[in-house]
């Protein structure tokens, strides 16, 4: 059974700073997603990686993914307070976008 | 924008009630989907559905649950007997699927409370 985790669960960070949230997954899978989620809200797609060593950037945001340890990072830099939510990565275990995995959620909380 | 839109935003059910929940997926989008979500937790997938028949299936989706897609619009899922652990926020999720790049669409959720 596919598990994806992520880490850290929650994490606070004051504006300015930068950080990673790390996804890791137990099989083998070249197609990976993160979600943003706002309290109450639906989930809104952020980035697509489709292969070893893909990297994708929007503002303050970067993903990548790196198939062979199985990981895929989200890096804020220099975090604003509008960046505040809980952030999932999730993974399509064949491929096809039958279905999807998710992580555990990173919940984010940027202060001033 | 083309959205993923879900009816009704909410909804409370007696115990042992059927309940549907609505979506209309984006319209050119060929891959249907439910997703949930306990509160607090992570979300989960309930199934997929393609050319008028599931496509994959997880082990919540017992008997109770059934999806159809009644017309050319609308995605709904049925849940024939609520449970209080059925509470939760329900996705319908859709795509189009042809492109490497493509991306699954969540609508905003219906939140189903099972009293």
């Known amino acids: 059974e596919l598990k994806v985790e992520q880490n850290p669960l929650f994490l606070s960070m004051q504006e300015g700073k930068n950080y990673t949230i790390y996804c890791n997954y137990s099989t083998t899978s070249d197609r990976l997603y993160w979600y943003r989620q706002d309290p109450g809200k639906s989930l809104e797609s952020l980035f697509v990686?489709?292969?070893?060593?893909a990297v994708k950037q929007e503002g303050r945001l970067m993903a990548s993914l790196d198939t062979k340890a199985r990981l895929s990072t989200l890096h804020i830099t220099a975090a604003v307070h509008d960046l505040s939510a809980t952030y999932f990565c999730?993974?399509?275990?064949?491929?096809?976008?039958?279905?999807?995995?998710f992580g555990t959620g990173t919940r984010l909380q940027v202060t001033l | 924008e083309p959205e993923v839109t879900q009816t009704p935003s909410h909804q409370v059910t007696q115990m042992g009630q059927e309940v549907i929940l609505r979506c209309v997926p984006i319209s050119n989008h060929l891959y249907f989907y439910w997703y949930r979500q306990i509160l607090g937790q992570k979300v989960e997938f309930l199934v997929s559905f393609y050319n008028n028949e599931i496509s994959e299936k997880s082990e919540i989706f017992d008997d109770q649950f059934s999806v159809e897609r009644p017309d050319g619009s609308n995605f709904t899922l049925k849940i024939r007997s609520t449970k209080l652990e059925d509470s939760a926020m329900y996705f319908c999720a859709s795509s189009l699927l042809v492109s490497a790049t493509d991306t699954q669409y969540f609508g905003p959720g219906t939140r189903l409370t099972v009293l």
């Open positions: 999730a993974v399509d275990e064949r491929g096809t976008a039958s279905k999807l995995t």
């Open positions: 990686l489709l292969s070893n060593g």
